[in-house]
């Protein structure tokens, strides 16, 4: 019975950990979004470029948030 939590519990992370990419039509921002981080890849009009990540509790924003903090 134990094996089995262990099994479970391995899923759920690894499930955790799947990213979602999102594309922003700013220039060419990505944005991958999983339960536990997030990465932006800044490429806009405007000349913001670069590379950032976030991890949990502070992954959950919108785009807007990152751009007025950054």
Known sequence: M???HIILLTIIFA???IPIPAFY???GTVTYSAVLYKIIKWNRLDGKQ???FHIFPTNFHRLD???KQG
């Open 2 to 4: 134990k094996k089995k």
């Open 15 to 17: 499930l955790c950990l």
């Open 25 to 27: 039509k700013d220039g």
């Open 50 to 52: 670069g590379i950032e």
């Open 65 to 67: 948030y990152y751009d």
